[in-house]
T-cell receptor, first 112, second 110 residues
Framework: DVKVTQSSRYLVKRTGEKVFLECVQD?????MFWYRQDPGLGLRLIYF???????EKGDIPEGYSVSREKKERFSLILESASTNQTSMYLC???????????FGPGTRLTVL | QQPVQSPQAVILREGEDAVINCSSS?????VHWYRQKHGEAPVFLMI?????EQKGHEKISASFNEKKQQSSLYLTASQLSYSGTYFC???????????FGKGTSLLVTP
């Protein structure tokens, strides 16, 4: 079974802190994605990556950056967390093109 | 651009049918459907590709009208386990990331 794991299920941080969200997949998938999910807004793409060291901006990249140093790991970084970044963050991975995405369990981040 | 899903919410009794629609203002290469139960991650249901190919569950059906840039998910003889939020994700070209809709909340009652 494909497994996508995220470093924390719940995280509480203070405004201005640097936050790292980690995502690891174990199926050698080329593609990895970071979404945020807010009530009534659905899933919005923050960043994605098609290969190691490659990254592409999604629809809402402002305030975020990413890192993909190894194929299995994709990190989302909030350089200076703000309260409007309180959200559920979902990581996903997929193989090739136009294939199903496998989602991790999500990290619920609260920024105080 | 985010595709538009309708309805936003629907309540069914067990055994009833439902249709969830997804439409885009841009030409599409594929449409993906996912279901998310409360507190869980989204789970893949189906992909419909331009040209008619489908990948996904045999028990769930969907259609993709390329000319109208629309897709519909058909849930027949609904079961309690169908409850959840359904998302469509659209891909404008092969290899592009998905744009997800805001979701349709489905509740099946006994």
């Amino acid at each position: 079974d494909v497994k996508v794991t995220q470093s924390s299920r719940y995280l509480v941080k203070r405004t201005g802190e640097k936050v790292f969200l980690e995502c690891v997949q174990d199926m050698d998938h080329e593609n990895m994605f970071w979404y945020r999910q807010d009530p009534g807004l659905g899933l919005r793409l923050i960043y994605f990556s098609y290969d190691v060291k490659m990254k592409e901006k999604g629809d809402i990249p402002e305030g975020y950056s990413v890192s993909r140093e190894k194929k299995e790991r994709f990190s989302l970084i909030l350089e200076s967390a703000s309260t409007n970044q309180t959200s559920m963050y979902l990581c996903a991975s997929s193989r090739g093109t136009s294939n199903q995405q496998f989602f991790g369990p999500g990290t619920r981040l609260t920024v105080l | 651009q985010q595709p538009v899903q309708s309805p936003q919410a629907v309540i069914l009794r067990e055994g009833e049918d439902a249709v969830i629609n997804c439409s885009s203002s841009k030409a599409l290469y594929s449409v993906h459907w996912y279901r998310q139960k409360h507190g869980e991650a989204p789970v893949f249901l189906m992909i419909l590709l331009k040209g008619g190919e489908q990948k996904g569950h045999e028990k769930i059906s969907a259609s993709f009208n390329e000319k109208k840039q629309q897709s519909s998910l058909y849930l027949t003889a609904s079961q309690l386990s169908y409850s959840g939020t359904y998302f469509c994700g659209t891909e404008k070209n092969s290899g592009y990331a998905l744009n997800f809709g805001k979701g349709t909340s489905l509740l099946v009652t006994p």
